[in-house]
């Protein structure tokens, strides 16, 4: 089974910064593309930034210039670097894995336990 786990979630002021990263581990032949959704409450799950293999990268217009995206293929570790965060980023926070599996029957997407992310004086 693969396990995504993220960490660096926390409570930071508006214009602040945080740093999320998320590592995938268990039976684990390649990972294709990797990305970050969030989730406010009563709100919808949206796609903040994707990164494929390749380092393509796609954002969400509302973090256009504010987040990046990057990740290390050696460590299979995907970041979320945020700055100058908005109350309006605040949500939980998931990663997600497109993984190719040894075992061909556990191919497809995988998500992390979510991080809380608050923006707040």
């Known amino acids: 089974q693969v396990q995504l786990v993220e960490s660096g979630g926390g409570l930071v002021q508006p214009g602040g910064s945080l740093r999320l990263s998320c590592t995938a581990s268990?039976?684990?032949?390649?990972?294709?593309?990797m990305g970050w959704y969030r989730q406010a409450p009563g709100k919808q799950r949206e796609l903040v930034a994707a990164i494929t293999s390749g380092g393509s990268t796609n954002y969400a217009d509302s973090v256009k210039g504010r987040f990046t995206i990057a990740r290390d293929n050696a460590k299979n570790t995907v970041h979320l670097q945020m700055n100058s965060l908005k109350p309006g980023d605040t949500a939980v926070y998931y990663c997600?894995?497109?993984?190719?599996?040894?075992?061909?029957?556990?191919?497809?997407?995988?998500w992390g336990q979510g991080t809380q992310v608050t923006v707040s004086s």
């Open positions: 268990g039976n684990i032949f390649s990972i294709n593309a």
């Open positions: 997600s894995a497109d993984i190719a599996s040894y075992d061909s029957e556990a191919n497809g997407d995988y």
